[in-house]
């Protein structure tokens, strides 16, 4: 079993739906959390990071992080068609040195 | 300002070759990292540097993948003898390093390699 598990997707949305992306892991020490956003051919780029529980806004998104259930989700509002793209959570026990461990990775496709 | 880079973007090579893949980091950063990531996978962590050392390889997968960092700068991931399974993405990122908070990292495009 992977440390952490995240559908590959692809998930399909009209334009303007609320998009709910996620991912669960199995490493308690886990304290660090992020999604990354990747185009394709290109490398991935951090959107947002959580610090243990709760939730993060920022525009569009919200991230948020149950550390109960060891699950965390990113909300999309608004969805656009630039938003398709792969979403890759990530995950890190480390304070200093951030060696991540990333899921697989979801595909979004926003139609116009 | 200019963000990580890599080379070559594509590498096509025949099974048994040596290739040598590229990183440029961010200027100033200290820290580096290599990744793979292959069809339906996500990201698998190989090495990373902070200024010339290497203090985590743990995630290379043979003793054919050897990585080093000059002058903290620039860094070369070597893959010997290669195989069919060593064909993926290979990404490359940097961070400013050293200090106890969040570390973002930024990705480099990319080299990817195909091994026939």
């Known amino acids: 079993q992977k440390e952490v598990e995240q559908d590959p997707g692809p998930l399909s949305v009209p334009e303007g739906a609320i998009v709910s992306l996620n991912c669960t892991y199995s490493?308690?020490?886990?304290?660090?959390f992020m999604w990354y956003r990747q185009y394709s051919r290109k490398g991935p780029e951090l959107l947002m990071y959580t610090y243990s529980s709760g939730n993060k806004e920022d525009g569009r998104f919200t991230a948020q992080v149950d550390k109960s259930s060891k699950y965390i989700s990113l909300f999309i509002r608004d969805s656009q068609p630039s938003d398709s793209a792969t979403y890759l959570c990530?995950?890190?026990?480390?304070?200093?040195?951030?060696?991540?461990?990333f899921g697989t990775g979801t595909r979004l496709l926003v139609s116009p | 300002g200019a963000g990580v880079s890599q080379s070559p973007s594509n590498k096509v090579t025949e099974k048994g070759k040596d290739v040598e893949l590229r990183c440029d980091p961010i200027s100033g950063h200290t820290a580096l990292y290599w990744y793979r990531q292959s069809l339906g996978q996500g990201l698998e962590f190989l090495i990373y540097?902070?200024?010339?050392?290497?203090?985590?390889k743990s995630g290379l997968p043979s003793d054919r993948f050897s990585a080093e960092r000059t002058g903290g700068s620039v860094s070369t991931l070597t893959i010997q003898r290669t195989q069919q399974e060593d064909s993926a993405v290979y990404l490359c990122a940097s961070s400013r390093g050293g200090g106890p908070s969040v570390d973002t990292q930024y990705f480099g495009p990319g080299t990817r390699l195909t091994v026939l």
């Open positions: 490493n308690s020490a886990f304290q660090y």
């Open positions: 990530a995950m890190s026990a480390d304070t200093g040195f951030q060696k991540l461990v």
């Open positions: 540097f902070q200024g010339n050392s290497a203090p985590d």
